[in-house]
Structure formats: structure tokens, C-alpha cells
């Protein structure tokens, strides 16, 4: 039975060879994985992030492989661009097939210090972003009949608990409406008889550029030490589930799938 189900994964990701995929915040962490993975199974994987340096070095590095990185630089949290991505996207390739809500960030601030300001910067990439994201995403599908197209959140742990760490408060906020989002977006899919699917990833501690990013951390060493002590899965860890949920037989759908290493203790 276990060579069987071995052998399954991969021809099941077969039907989504020559497909479209996006994935924001791809230019590095989680994003970069999830696009060096689905690259090599054959999709043409929309690269999203306002890091575009980044991105073309990594459609550079995935040359060869058995799809394309196409990089797109745009600021999630501007309107305009998003939409602006989906019409180049719409043109230049159709349209998209799977979306991945992988961007996201947190201010190192308790709720008791923190501003209007970066709680809407948080809001607006963590909350509207995703949800602008998606709402386009399945415009497309429908508009070109895909009834097969899937939808995943990469979440957190911290849409589940709130943990004593008062720095990520508001993040946990965020990351509890994307849950919210996740069970809605079911709900309308399914009064709708879509047949399109909605996934989350509710990652615990990864070890990505986030905590250095978020400057939770003095520096790329003390990050690297805070992951040590913890204990962490790796982006690769987090693409591997990915691709199980992308793998489900079409009439399943995998929810939301609360990942940790077995060492974390929250």
C-alpha cells in the first residue's frame, strides 16, 4: 500500500503540467520553494514580490527545468497593481489555475506600542492582498471554465493560538482572519457547486528570512540561533504539504493543515 500511494503523488501532480500558477512573495522563503517545486513539476509559475532582482535571479536559476518562472514585480498592498498583474497575466498566459497566498509580514510591536499605520500595512498584505488575490484568481477560473482550479493560504500557527509573545499580537490577528477567510471561501465555493478547492498551511516556526525581516531578531546570526534553540521545519517542509494538498484526488479537499516540528513546544 505505501509504494501505491508513493507512486500516486507525483502522477496526480501530472494533471497540473503546462498550468498556471501564482505565487506571491516569491522571491524568497516559502515563495521561492513553493516556485522552484512547481517549476519542476511542469507549471508556468507566476513569481509575485516587489523584490524583482530576486525573482529574475531565480527564473535564472530554474532554467532548464521542466516549466518556467515568469517574475512579476508588484507591490501587493497597491490596488492597481495587482490588478495590473492579472491582466498581464490574463494575456500573456490565460490565466491562473492555482493561487498561492504566500506573502505576508509582522512589525516587531506589542499591541499596546504599535500604530495605525503598521497595523494597516499589516492588514493590507496579510487580509485585503489575499483576499484581492483570490477573488481575481477564480474570476479566471470561471471566465475560462476551469471547475478544477485550487486555492491555498499559506497561514500560520498563529491564526490557531495567541502566543505570549506580545510582538506578533496583531500578526496573530491577521493570520486568524486568513482562517476565517479559508472557511467563507469554502461556504461560497460550495453554494456555488464549484468544484474549485480552498487549502491552508498553517505553518509553526520555519526558518526563513521572517524573523530577520521582521527584526525580531538583532541579526541574521541571532535568527539563526533563535531558529536552533526552537526548533523549525524548513520552506522545503511547508512545499512538501503543498504538494500533497495540489495531489488530492479532485473531489478532496485537504482544509487547513497545521504543520510544526514535533520538538516545537507551542
Not at 11 to 35: D, F, Q
Not at 86 to 93: E, P, Q, R, S
Request: aromatic residues 4%; hydrophobic residues 40%; charged residues 25%.
Amino acid at each position: 500500500m505505501r509504494e501505491t500511494l508513493l507512486f500516486e503523488i507525483p502522477v496526480r501532480m501530472e494533471r497540473w503540467s503546462g498550468r498556471v500558477a501564482l505565487v506571491t512573495g516569491a522571491s524568497m522563503g516559502i515563495g521561492a520553494s513553493v516556485a522552484r517545486r512547481l517549476v519542476a513539476e511542469g507549471m508556468k509559475v507566476v513569481g509575485a514580490a516587489r523584490s524583482i532582482d530576486k525573482l529574475q535571479a531565480l527564473a535564472s536559476e530554474l532554467k532548464g527545468q521542466r516549466g518556467t518562472l515568469i517574475p512579476i514585480k508588484c507591490d501587493l498592498t497597491k490596488d492597481e497593481e495587482v490588478l495590473a498583474m492579472f491582466a498581464k497575466i490574463k494575456k500573456d498566459l490565460g490565466g491562473v489555475d492555482v493561487c498561492i497566498n504566500n506573502a505576508g509580514f509582522t512589525h516587531n510591536k506589542s499591541l499596546l506600542e504599535g500604530s495605525p499605520k503598521e497595523w494597516r500595512e499589516m492588514m493590507d498584505l496579510n487580509v485585503v492582498a489575499l483576499c484581492l488575490c483570490t477573488r481575481e484568481s477564480i474570476a479566471s477560473m470561471r471566465e475560462r471554465s476551469v471547475d478544477d482550479g485550487h486555492i491555498i493560504h499559506i497561514s500560520s500557527f498563529s491564526g490557531h493560538r495567541v502566543t505570549p509573545n506580545k510582538a506578533v499580537h496583531f500578526y496573530s490577528a491577521t493570520k486568524y482572519s486568513v482562517t476565517a477567510l479559508t472557511e467563507g471561501l469554502r461556504q461560497e465555493l460550495r453554494e456555488a457547486n464549484s468544484n474549485i478547492r480552498i487549502s491552508a498551511i498553517s505553518p509553526g516556526l520555519v526558518e526563513t528570512e521572517f524573523i530577520a525581516n521582521a527584526r525580531l531578531a538583532e541579526d541574521a546570526n541571532a535568527a539563526k540561533k533563535f531558529y536552533k534553540e526552537r526548533g523549525s521545519l524548513s520552506a522545503d517542509d511547508i512545499t512538501a504539504t503543498l504538494v500533497h494538498i495540489l495531489s488530492a484526488p479532485p473531489h478532496v479537499q485537504i482544509h487547513d493543515v497545521l504543520i510544526r516540528r514535533i520538538t516545537q513546544a507551542l
